[in-house]
């Protein structure tokens, strides 16, 4: 069965600081992976997915196969990261996607 | 409208009422979703549809739960016999089939509590 974990359900950094939100997977075969993002307020939405390969809002997330991750990071984070941040997965050519239990990230001033 | 929206925002149920919640996708997007999300969790799925065909029901977590897309646009979630546990928001997506797996457009959700 399709599983995403994020280890972390609070992450708290100093503006400026780098940032790095954890996701696990499991799944058996080819697995898209996506980062979706909550702002205070505002309706779930896309950040990046990894077919992308893009940069976002300065975020980048590589999928790494042998350990089954799929890590969002920044380098300097800024205040307006702070939102939920849900790690999703969807089998090859689905468009269902399993979702993460989320990780709150506040940047703090 | 410019995004997917989804009536009513917030609904209080007695414990057994029956209640029904509305989605109205983009217009044009062919694929629509059902999602649940309980307090502090992330979306759990419920329901798929393509265009007015329901192609995975398999997140339903009990035949009280039924979904309808009668003509491939507006959606309607309706729970029957309400239950404690049944509270959480319902979320709607919608997106544009493209053969693979594309952007999901969300609502802002509609928050079901039931007493």
């Known amino acids: 069965a399709q599983r995403v974990t994020q280890p972390e359900k609070l992450l708290s950094v100093f503006k400026g600081a780098p940032v790095e939100l954890k996701c696990n997977y499991s799944?058996?075969?080819?697995?898209?992976l996506f980062w979706y993002v909550q702002y205070s307020r505002q309706r779930l939405q896309l950040l990046l997915r990894?077919?992308s390969r893009e940069s976002i809002k300065g975020f980048t997330a590589d999928l790494n196969k042998g350990e089954t991750s799929f890590h969002l990071k920044k380098p300097f984070a800024q205040e307006e990261d702070s939102a939920m941040y849900y790690c999703?997965?969807?089998?090859?050519?689905?468009?269902?996607?399993?979702f993460g239990k989320g990780t709150k990230l506040t940047v703090n001033p | 409208g410019a995004g997917v929206s989804q009536s009513p925002r917030y609904k209080v149920a007695k414990r057994g009422q029956d209640v029904a919640l509305r989605c109205d996708p983009i217009?044009?997007?062919?694929?629509l979703f059902w999602y649940q999300q309980a307090l502090g969790q992330g979306p759990e799925f419920l329901t798929y549809?393509?265009?007015?065909?329901?192609?995975?029901k398999s997140g339903l977590p009990s035949d009280r739960f039924f979904a309808e897309r009668p003509e491939g646009s507006v959606s309607t979630l309706k729970i029957q016999r309400t239950q404690q546990e049944d509270s959480a928001v319902y979320l709607c997506?919608?997106?544009?089939?493209?053969?693979?797996?594309?952007?999901?457009?969300f609502g802002e959700g509609s928050r079901l509590t039931v007493l």
């Open positions: 990894h077919i």
């Open positions: 999703a997965l969807a089998q090859g050519g689905s468009e269902k996607l399993v």
């Open positions: 799944y058996s075969g080819s697995p898209e």
């Open positions: 217009s044009g997007h062919v694929s």
């Open positions: 997506a919608s997106s544009l089939w493209s053969g693979n797996t594309g952007e999901l457009f």
């Open positions: 549809f393509q265009n007015e065909a329901q192609l995975d």
